[in-house]
Each structure stands twice: as C-alpha cells, then as structure tokens.
C-alpha cells in the first residue's frame, strides 16, 4: 500500500494564534495525509526532532507574531545540523511581501499568506513529496 | 401589566434626571438635520404594551439591562475610544500613547510582548525572535516608568491586556502611579486576567488552571480593599471568536467562564456583591451587523438574570455587563487592504448600536503587520465618524422594538443558554476547558468557516470574489530587529545596578507565601516589583511553586 504523506505542523516560538495551524492540519488530514501537530511553544530543536522521530516529509511552520524572519531559518538550521536538511520546509502565518524573498534564501520551500486556499497548500506538499521520492 | 411598565418607565425618567445632574447631556437639545427634536428614548405607547415588553426589553439603566446599562447612554458620554497599541521598546510605545490622546483619544490600551505576557524576561532562551515584536517588552518597574512618563494617571484609565502575570503588572502600574503622587484607591483601568479562554483560544497560560484561579481570586480580594476603580477582569469572548467560534458559542463560552470565576471568587471566601461590581467583559464585533447588535442586547439580558437570580447578587452594579468591543481581526483581508476600513466602520456602528462601554476600531493593514500611525489614526477617526457625524448615539437602544432585532436577540439567549446548561452539566467551564470541549467546538466551527469561503458559499470580498491584481504592500510598520539587543541590554543592567539583597529577600518571601494556599499573594508581588525584581524573576518563583500547564 502506498505510504500516506505525513506532516509536522508546527508553531516555533511563543505566538499562541492557532487556528491557522488547526484548520490547515484538519484540510492536510482530509486530503489523506498523516498529520502531527506539535501544540504551542515549541523550540527550532524541538521542532527538528520530531520531524526526525516522526519520519515526515514535510514540515510546515505557522508564526502570526513576527518573529518569522528569526525562527523559520533556525528551524531549517535545526534540521540540517541534525543531517535532515532533506526534509522541506513550509511557512506560513502574517508575513509581509517583503519578508518572503529573504526566507527563501533562508531555505524554506514556499510562504503561504493569508487567504490561500488550502487546496493550495495541499497540492504543493504533493509536489514536494513526488518529486523527491518513489515509495 | 400596564402598571408595570408605568413604573419602569417612572423610574427610567428619574434615573435619567438624576444621571443629567451629575453629567449634564452632550447637548442643551438633540435635533437632527431636517431639525427634528430627537428624544433620548423611544418606546412603546402605553396601550401597545405587552407583558414581554416590560419582562425582556424594558428601560435603559434597568434589569435586565437589554436596552444598555446606563439609563440615557450616549446622550452623556460617548463609549471610551480606546485603541490597542504597543510595539518595540517602552520609549517608542509612550510616543505612540501620547500621540494618541493628543488625537483625542480617551483611554489607553497597553499591548504587551510575548515574552511578558508568558513571564520571560527579554534575555531568556524562550523570548528570542519575540521581544518587542507583538507589543511592548516590559521586563522591570523601569521599563512600566518609562512607558507611563508625562501620562498623568489620575485622569487617563488604562487597560492591560495582560493575564498570567496580571497581577505583576497590576502591581507595576500601582508602583508608578504611587511615585506620581496618585494612590492607589485613585487608579482607574483594567486587566484582562482571564486565564480560562487562553487556555481556550488564546494561549498565553503559565500555570495550571488552579493555581491560576487562586492568583484571579487574590487580585479580587485585594483590589475590592485596596484598588476599588480597577475593573479586576476582563471576562474575553474576543479571543473565542477570532479562534473561529460563531457568535453563540462566543457569548456561551465567555459568560461560562464568566460563572467560574464568580464560583472560584465565592469559594475563596468573597461575597458576591464585594468583586461582581469590578467584572468586565471584552466581544468582538463581526460582520453580520444584525446578529452581533442583538448578541451584545442577549449578552446583557442573560449576565443579569444570572447574577441576580442565580448568585442573589443584591447590588444592581452586580448585574451589569459592561463591556469592551474590539472589532474582528480574523475579518480583515491581506488582499485589497483598504476594503478593510469599510468592514471596521460596519462592525463598530453595530457594537455602538449595541450598547458597548468603550471601543477599539482594528487598522486596514492588521492582516499584514502592526498598524502604521497613519492606520491607526483612520480607524480613531472612524470612531469619531460614528461619534460625532452619524447620529446613531443621540438617541438609546434604536434598534429596539425591530422585529428582526428583538427576536434575533431571543434566539441568541435561547442557543447560549442551551450551551450554558451542557457545561453546567460537564461540571462547569474549569472541567470543560480541561477537557478540551470549547477547543472542539471552536475548532469545527473554524474548519467548516474555512470550506465555506474555500467553496464560495461565503464571500469574502476581495479575496475569493471581485480580486484584483495586487501590488506589493508597502509601507509597513516594522519592529526595529535592533530593539531586541536594546532590551537585553537594558535587563542585565538594571540587574546590575539594583540592590540585590532586596530583590533577593523578597522573592523569597512570595515563594513562601506562594507555599500557603490561603495567603494574598498581592503584597507580595508588589513588594518584589518595587524592589526591581522583573517579570520573568517573579513569573519563575511561581512556576517553580505551581507548575507549568502544557496544553491539551
């Protein structure tokens, strides 16, 4: 049987706004995928490690504080320095134009802002996964 | 049933009397364009009277407080303006205070940083990427000083959105107001202090719920001694529903928690006639202009009835909602930014139109950033529109005696009461938060939101209907990256310079207290705080006492 994706959704930092998270961890799951969200507060470390003991493809990462432009690259940097720098990384949250370009370079994959549908989201994992795999 | 209601409206008259001798009327007489006389009441005629009427609408200023608290509204006073603000350090947030009230606003509102509002200090692992970024960074007295300079606050009343800590910040702001010369009996404002709907929606917890109900119940006990004008609470529906809730599920969860706190307070000793008078209640204000007038009419209605028929409250003062309005947030679209000025003004107009005590208006640009000072200026000045220009606050309650309206508002009592009553059956708010069931509810309702607009069956316009090609939004607020450094600066200093043995000693006599379950922890809070101890400091002798909840 063909392997269900399986995604880490994750708020780093200490911004407590998690219907984002909620809503796009329920639509992710409704499209068939393993979903794992890790709750509030959570460390770059922290976050890296359970991708790792969870085996996800994908990591998505929800911030509505600011503090984006610190903590998604760390988390990227968490995963590399635990030699996972091949599981994509995904942002989301209130993040200005601006700020996109920048995490990018940063290593992310893809910034969703707000009114995306989640139809979008869930197809760009897709492609995330098939490209880099053939389980 | 005549004579009834020839009573109620007796009484409405001489309230009105009494209330214009203390704080005259805006105007010697209310006339509209066409110079209509515009009377401050309208309501039925005598023969048209029917039992409901007098039972479930009455007048202004009366139980059940349908038609508003207060018995001619905003023939006296307009509602307070008060914006929410608060960005990077203490300096930069006391500017944008003082530009504020120079622009005619009437009552400040501190936003304070992450890392306050979870009690870190600004030098700690936990804060970093988060200082200054959501609000301001307060990490000792030094930094509430510097954001108070030059603000006099006899005559200014503040609101802290501040809950886990409340009680550190309530007693900083008591500090500064002492070394201003205004004792505390004196102080005006509020704090939100209302730990069940971060556990709910919000997340800005620190301790499990018990212990966080006893440091609520503190703060109650000491303010009704010690700081009679400070509204001890801010029982928040805002934050239920910006999590996705429906109006109902907003007004049912609020007012649950609303009855624990009232349980918990009891419990510990108080009667319910020392704290009920200082509750206060935060709402939003969404889109759908009928239904969020009538859910603030339903709101009032049900919170009386409770107080007084429930809990025996015997002061009138017991049976007031009053309330804080902030428009919807989660409402504002990125795209197309200034459509969001025109959603602003139809949610504000239904929140006046429902009787709210004071009023924050969101910014265009809040889907994006913080607002830039020139955001925030037209949403002030959306108020002042509605205030001075629209007429809607010359006359009480107009929206009463509608078809629509009255029965739109006996609905949403109906459907909160049928919530009420499964919570009470779980065993209260306490036990249905713990079990995550507001947390459920919330989230369907979110999700189902979501399909809806993914699906158009709801139209968001500008952002699934009527797009354009967007431009880049430019000329954003942002928070100086710097300013983290600054305060992490600022924090070890003050560490450095301050008389450690005092801060040292009294830290340990609140862990102490913190030991014995029927001790007031304010003095000793406040005792710490004079001392320079900071936040994080004070926030972590209790962490180290309660424990530390971890979610669901």
Known sequence: ?135 | MTERFNEQLNEWKNQVKKTNERFPERKEQFVNKSDIEIDPLYYPKEDQVDEKYSEKIGFPGQYPFTRGIQPSMYRNRFWTMRQYAGFGSAEETNKRFRYLLEQGQTGLSVAFDLPTQIGYDSDDPMSEGEVGKVGVAIDSLEDMETLLEGIPLDQVSTSMTINAPASVLLCMYIAVAEKQGVPKEKVTGTIQNDILKEYIARGTYIYPPKPSMRLITNIFEYCANEVPKFNTISISGYHIREAGSTAVQEVAFTLANGMAYVDAAIESGLAVDQFAPRLAFFFNAHNNFFEEAAKFRAARRIWAKMMKEKYQAQNEKSWRLRFHTQTGGSTLTAQQPDNNIVRVALQALSAVLGGTQSLHTNSRDEALALPTEESARIALRTQQIIAHESGVADTVDPLAGSYYVEKMTDEVEKEVMEYLDRIEEMGGAVQAVEEGYMQREIHQTAYETQKKIESQEEIIVGMNEFKIEEEVHEDLLRVDEQLEQTQVNQVKNIRQIRDQSQVDEQLSKLKQAAQKSDENLMPYILDCVKSYATVGEICHVLRDEFGEYTGM
């Open chain 1, 1 to 135: 049987m063909e392997r269900k994706i399986r995604v880490l959704i994750a708020k780093p930092g200490l911004d407590g706004h998690d219907r984002g998270a909620l809503v796009i961890a329920q639509a992710l799951r409704d499209h068939g995928m393993e979903v794992i969200y890790t709750g509030l507060r959570q460390s770059p470390a922290q976050i890296a490690q359970a991708a790792i003991q969870e085996d996800v493809d994908v990591v998505g990462l929800s911030s509505l504080s600011g503090g984006h432009k610190t903590l998604f690259p760390k988390v990227v940097e968490a995963l590399k320095e635990k030699g996972a720098e091949d599981i994509p990384v995904i942002g989301g949250g209130v993040i200005p134009d601006e700020d996109i370009d920048y995490l990018l370079e940063q290593g992310l994959q893809k910034i969703f802002t707000p009114g995306t549908p989640t139809t979008e989201t869930v197809d760009f994992i897709k492609s995330c996964v098939s490209g880099d795999s053939n389980e």
